[in-house]
């Protein structure tokens, strides 16, 4: 008899999780559950950079910070996970990575991450890497080298993926944060690897100069596995701006095209969406910056969420007015920077104000909805 009910529940757990609504994308638009949705969000986007999941690191301050953002009004949240890998995965001797992290506890934080990310009614945005700031040599080591990418893939981001598949919580997959600060400047007879012309506007400020395609080949690796174990799953690349997410302008090029990124890395490599940053520079925006211009501008294939930007470096605009503008202006999400605070920051109680500006709308998307 006890067997019996075990057995009925754990089928009943496989059925509720296999009929879960699922964030997806739907022609220009997001979706969850079959519903046109917007992002209302934020960046969390760490409480300790790096340091977050994994090795007995884990507290409940992220989660606190999702409750208040769910009660604020937002329905999405951001959060870097490995960053540079400094703290996850492990790596070894060779810098192969051997498992995701040394104590065998990063799975289960992940996944009670998620867990409160339901009850809170918000969904996440897993941002695995970050791009804008490259220091631990075994990160760069493993970017540059197909055998240590795969042994990320195989030890790590293949358990990853197979934990929280199926989680109503999980929104999309980001590989990487800015990769475009890291990237070597030159030019290439193949376009998706010529990257002169977004290094005009400020690409390659660490000086890691890693070659772009290397960041194709990881971006692309990493989302082939992702849809291969979960189908459903979508998956998006965070810019440090316009410039390198779009063809539209004689500025910018396109390095995340489904050409540029099955060609680097193979079949199944494409991103589901875009995602740009959009701050200032000495109090002005950039020419055809996300703020100045509609989505549809930028002529993309694939819905564009904004993915950074903050009030006090929006060329004198308010975040409230800012998440108002991207909702109306075709854009499918917005996440401020950041509920950590900080440098090019709100308050916190500006970004709760800004939140609930949206409460309610429905004419571009819905901003309420459940999560699960």
């Not at 009929?19 to 022609?27: E, K």
């Not at 040599?137 to 358990?159: H, W």
């Amino acid at each position: 008899m006890n067997r019996i009910l075990v057995q009925t529940v754990l089928l009943l757990g496989v059925l509720s999780t296999s009929f879960a609504a699922r964030l997806a994308v739907s022609g220009m638009t997001l979706t969850y559950g079959g519903k046109q949705v917007y992002l209302n969000g934020e960046n969390i986007p760490w409480n300790n950079y790096g340091y977050d999941f994994g090795n007995g690191v884990y507290d409940n301050t992220i989660e606190q910070w999702m409750q208040d953002i769910g009660s604020a009004g937002g329905n999405s949240v951001r959060m870097w996970v490995h960053v540079e890998g400094q703290n996850t995965p492990s790596f070894d001797g060779r810098g192969m990575v051997t498992a995701c992290d040394n104590t065998g506890d990063f799975l289960n934080d992940v996944v009670q991450f998620l867990d409160s990310a339901q009850q809170s009614n918000v969904l996440v945005m897993f941002t695995v890497w970050n791009g804008a700031v490259m220091e631990n040599q075994p990160y760069i080591d493993m970017v540059m080298d197909d055998n240590k990418i795969q042994s990320y893939l195989d030890n790590c981001l293949t358990d990853w993926v197979n934990a929280v598949k199926g989680h109503p919580a999980l929104g999309s997959w980001e590989p990487i944060n800015e990769p475009e600060g890291s990237v070597q400047i030159t030019s290439d007879s193949n376009p998706c690897y010529d990257t002169t012309i977004i290094g005009q506007s400020g690409a390659g400020w660490t000086g890691a100069d890693i070659p772009i395609e290397r960041f194709l080949i990881l971006i692309g690796k990493m989302n082939q596995l992702i849809r291969e174990l979960d189908p459903q799953a979508i998956t998006t690349q965070g810019s440090w701006g316009q410039w390198s997410e779009t063809d539209a302008f004689s500025d910018t090029r396109n390095h995340y095209t489904d050409t540029c990124l099955n060609g680097a890395a193979g079949s199944g490599s494409q991103i589901d969406f875009y995602q740009m940053h959009a701050y200032d520079w000495n109090g002005e925006w950039s020419p055809n910056a996300p703020f100045t211009v509609k989505a549809s501008d930028y002529k993309v294939d694939k819905p564009i969420l904004l993915g950074e930007y903050a009030g006090v470096c929006a060329a004198g605009t308010s975040l409230e007015d800012l998440n108002i503008y991207a909702y109306e202006n075709g854009y499918v999400g917005g996440f401020a920077w950041c509920w950590l605070t900080g440098t090019c920051s709100d308050s916190r109680q500006e970004q709760r104000q800004a939140l609930g500006a949206l409460s309610g709308r429905t004419d571009y998307g819905t901003v309420d909805f459940i999560v699960g």
